[in-house]
């Protein structure tokens, strides 16, 4: 069976210190990962996927298949980053895109 | 390009009732899913449909049932509803050609069963 597990529920930080929200996942197959994010009113929406390498509102993510990881980074918080983000796990390969298993969410709160 | 679109937005129905939500996928989407979330378990997979066809499915029981017509739009169905059933249900669709996997979510139809 395929999890993914967000340790964190909460995490405050303020502004300008890094963020780091964990995502760690279990999976037998080949899988794709991504970081999807719910601002304040607003509908959930991808924030990046870890194929594309890309860099998102100066966030990261690395899979590290050693350590089953997929952690979001960014070395300096704006409070605009406040939101809930969601880790997200499918099958690799294309067919199974909208199906989507998600961690349980880390609530991020950057303080001024 | 309109988004997803939800209806209805907010419902109250009585245990043992059933009810029909609908979704409307963006221009040029064929797959569309469904998502429940509620407090305790969070987000969960329901079931994915790519043109008319129950790609993938969840493990819920089989009060939910959906469907997908020829114009992409679907709808989902929960019977004998529950009141474990309150809950925010999501729909989703994507470009299955992009290659992306982004899934573009609407707002929601928030059920309460009573």
């Known amino acids: 069976a395929q999890r993914v597990t967000q340790p964190e529920k909460l995490l405050s930080v303020f502004k300008g210190a890094p963020v780091e929200l964990k995502c760690n996942y279990s999976y037998s197959g080949s899988p794709e990962l991504f970081w999807y994010v719910q601002y304040s009113r607003q509908r959930l929406q991808l924030l990046l996927r870890?194929?594309s390498r890309e860099s998102i509102k100066g966030f990261t993510a690395d899979l590290n298949k050693g350590e089953t990881s997929f952690h979001l980074k960014k070395p300096f918080a704006q409070e605009e980053d406040s939101a809930m983000y969601y880790c997200a796990l499918s099958r690799a390969g294309g067919t199974s895109y909208g199906k989507l298993t998600f961690g349980q969410g880390t609530i991020l709160t950057v303080h001024p | 390009k309109a988004g997803v679109t939800q209806t209805p937005r907010y419902l109250i129905k009585t245990r043992g009732q059933q009810v029909t939500l609908s979704c409307s996928p963006i221009s040029g989407h064929r797959s569309v899913s469904w998502y429940q979330q509620t407090p305790g378990q969070g987000l969960q997979f329901l079931f994915e449909?790519?043109?008319?066809?129950?790609?993938n499915k969840g493990n819920f029981p089989g009060r939910f049932s959906g469907r997908q017509f020829s114009n992409s739009r679907s709808e989902m169905n929960v019977s004998t509803l529950e009141l474990g059933d309150s809950a925010l249900y999501l729909c989703a669709s994507s470009l299955v050609a992009s290659g992306t996997g982004e899934l573009f979510f609407g707002e929601g139809s928030r059920l309460t069963v009573l």
């Open positions: 870890h194929i």
């Open positions: 449909y790519f043109s008319e066809t129950q790609r």
